[in-house]
Structure formats: structure tokens, C-alpha cells
């Protein structure tokens, strides 16, 4: 259990050594646990660079203070991007792990260490008797537990509506159980925050060289303003949600809303930006915008530059009634040729980046593929 930095057993491993963050650092600043430093170092080296991160050999009690290491490291450095690999690389260590741990270890790690309520389906013997479809799955897990961390997920399968659930209990795989520890592992780390003392001169030097290696490696964004032009290049269904949603006029449904946050933020619009873009709808309550916005920012934020939150795609929009093309009230030539509102942008974009803007579509055709037909 000490190699999970979550675990019961490695916290208190942990808080016997240094009891909080002060004690840590003075800790870790003696020569002798220098080596400690260094490992921290190597770890977040590994997120840097999206390499697997090795677990150190707990057979030295102060090995367990690794992780904790390597987290004051990033958040002295206080770079979203940094946190935000770091999660995703502890949290895929995590899921790696986990796989090959017995059943019952598994079962302890939710229920001791993250306070879930999770039980054991019995072994495949006894699961003879329950319907065929029901007998892959090893665990049950309270909806309330699996609903912290499933809504993380995008795939259909992690939608509530799918699962199997008896009386509040939702079946899953071994394979799903760690995808959701592993997931709550992520939320942790994202989510978390830690008041960092001063740092002495070993520390100090351990944040500097990661600072500098994460200039030279994570490119920074500044977040985009909206202007006549970014409209401009919006998709059709993305300019009728963005002009209602200002209109101050129209209510936009929570599929909307959702579609165009995604897709603002997806685009390097600031949170700020986009809040204000709801902030007009007769119905808007300002902290409510601001947790929604900052909740999909968040996800967004999560993996690399070319991953996360992934706005809705044309065909989830279609089936919503949120595609004009789709419903013949509008067209465009461009949304034939692509699937994803993103892929409009990025083509539009660049269109109206040429000088002068190219007007005359009819390269579509020569160049794309067509996706689909309206």
C-alpha cells in the first residue's frame, strides 16, 4: 500500500516523518536526505517529458516522502500546465499498478483509503449464478462514489444511464474500479492545494532547474479575446449558440452551454471570457457560470495541450438539435468536411488568416474528404 501516495498507510508513513509541510522541508534539506530531493526531481522530470514514472523501493521508510517531494516542487512553481501533467502522469503509474493487485488489495485501497463504499462481486465461481451479462463484473461501488469521478470520463459507457445499477449499487469491472481510483488520484492532485513554507537552498535550487526545464518544454498560452474575426470563424452551430448567449434574450439549454464552453476554452478563450459570454442570458447566476466554466476549464486542463475536453462533435450535436446545418435553417460548405466544430475553426480560421481571405470554398472538394452530407 506505501507505493500509492493516496493510501492510509502511506499518508500516515508520511506524517510520522515530517508531520506537515514545514517539517518536510527542513527535513529534506539536511544532506543526508538529499538523495530524497532527487528522486522528487526525477519524478516530475518524468511528467515533463509524459515518460512512466518509477516507483522507488519502499524498503527505505523515506522513500514514502518521493511524492511529496515532488508535488511541493510543482506547486512552488505554481504552473497549471506542470500540475496538470503531473496528475496525469501519477494517476496513469496509479492505473498501471493497479491492474495487477489482487482483488481484496483493491477493495481496501477504496474503502480504507478513499472512504468508498465498494464491494467484491465473489469470486467467478459464484458468479455463476447471476445473468450472463452480469458475471464479468468483479465489483459494485455506491452511484455515489462511482459519480465523482465518472462524469471525468467522456465515453458513453460512464454515463449512469448505461450501467447496470440494483439499489444504488453500479457494477463494474476490475478494469473500471482502477480507471476510478486512478481517476480520484487525478482529482487530488488537480484540485489540491498546498501552502508552501519558505524554501531553503537545496529545495530552492531542485525548483529552479525543473522551472527552467518546463520553459524550454511547456509552451504557455496567453488566452485569446474574442473579436469580430474569431466569431467570424466560428461553425454555424457555434455563432447561433455565441449570438444567443449575448443576445441576453435566450436561455441556452445545459447541452449548449456546455458545447460552447468546451469549445471557447478548447479554443484559448480565458475563463473570464467566457463567463462573460453567459453572464448575458436572463436566467444567469454568476457563481453558477463561474463554477461551470472553471469546472470544464479545469477538465480541460487535465492532459497535454492536444487532449482533454474535447468539445461535442456534429453528431452528438445533431441528435441534441443543436446543429442549424443539420436542421436546414443554415449552411456552410465547410461542415460536409469535417465532424467536430474544431476542425471547422481551425480551417475557417486559417482561411481568414490568408491575405487576401480566401472566399472561394471550392477547394474542399479537391483537398478534403467529404464526412458527411446534409
Known amino acids: 500500500m506505501l507505493k500509492y501516495p493516496f493510501s492510509r498507510e502511506a499518508r500516515q ?6 508531520r506537515d509541510l514545514k517539517e518536510l522541508v527542513d527535513l529534506l534539506n539536511r544532506p543526508e536526505n538529499h538523495y530524497i530531493v532527487d528522486e522528487a526531481e526525477k519524478r516530475v522530470y518524468s511528467a ?6 518509477i516507483y522507488p523501493d519502499m524498503r527505505d521508510e523515506k522513500m514514502v516522502l518521493v511524492y511529496s517531494a515532488a508535488r511541493l516542487i510543482v506547486e512552488e512553481i505554481g504552473n497549471s500546465r506542470l500540475r496538470a501533467l503531473q496528475a496525469v502522469a501519477e494517476s496513469k503509474a496509479v492505473n498501471r499498478l493497479l491492474v495487477d493487485e489482487d482483488n481484496q488489495l483493491l477493495e481496501d485501497l477504496c474503502t480504507e483509503s478513499l ?6 462481486m465473489g469470486p467467478k465461481l459464484e ?5 450472463l451479462a452480469l458475471r464479468t463484473y468483479e465489483f459494485r461501488i455506491r452511484f455515489e462514489n462511482f459519480l465523482e469521478v ?35 488520484f487525478h482529482q ?32 504557455q498560452f496567453e488566452p485569446a479575446k474574442i473579436t469580430g474575426q474569431t466569431v467570424s470563424a466560428f461553425p454555424p452551430c457555434m455563432q ?3 449570438s444567443d448567449s449575448v443576445s441576453g434574450q435566450v436561455n441556452l439549454p445545459h447541452d449548449a452551454r456546455f458545447a460552447l464552453a468546451a469549445f471557447l476554452l478548447k479554443i484559448g478563450m480565458a475563463e473570464d471570457e467566457v463567463n462573460k459570454v453567459f453572464g448575458h442570458s436572463p436566467d444567469s447566476d454568476n457563481r453558477q457560470i463561474t463554477y461551470q466554466v472553471d469546472h470544464i476549464a479545469s477538465k480541460r486542463s487535465t492532459t497535454s495541450e492536444t487532449q482533454g475536453y474535447t468539445p461535442t462533435g456534429c453528431r452528438k450535436l445533431q441528435t441534441n438539435s443543436l446543429c442549424p446545418v443539420y436542421l436546414g435553417l443554415e449552411y456552410d460548405p465547410l461542415c460536409e468536411y469535417i465532424l467536430n466544430p474544431l476542425a471547422f475553426y481551425s480551417t475557417r480560421a486559417w482561411e481568414l488568416s490568408r491575405d487576401p481571405p ?17
Open 13 to 18: 508513513a508520511s506524517s510520522q516523518l515530517a
Open 48 to 53: 515533463i517529458t509524459q515518460s512512466e514514472i
Open 115 to 120: 472512504g468508498w463504499k465498494v464491494e467484491s
Open 127 to 131: 458468479r455463476g449464478g447471476l445473468p
Open 150 to 184: 465518472a462524469p471525468d470520463f467522456h465515453a458513453d459507457e460512464w454515463m449512469l444511464i448505461n450501467r447496470h445499477v440494483d439499489r444504488g449499487w453500479v457494477l463494474v469491472r476490475k478494469s473500471e474500479l482502477v480507471r476510478l481510483v486512478s481517476g480520484k
Open 188 to 219: 487530488i492532485i488537480m484540485f489540491g492545494h498546498l501552502e508552501i513554507p519558505k524554501l531553503p537552498e537545496r529545495l530552492a535550487e531542485a525548483v529552479q532547474r525543473v522551472e527552467t526545464e518546463t520553459k524550454g518544454k511547456i509552451r
Open 240 to 242: 447561433k449558440m455565441y
Open 358 to 374: 480566401i472566399t472561394n470554398h471550392s477547394w474542399y472538394a479537391k483537398s478534403k474528404e467529404k464526412k458527411q452530407s446534409f
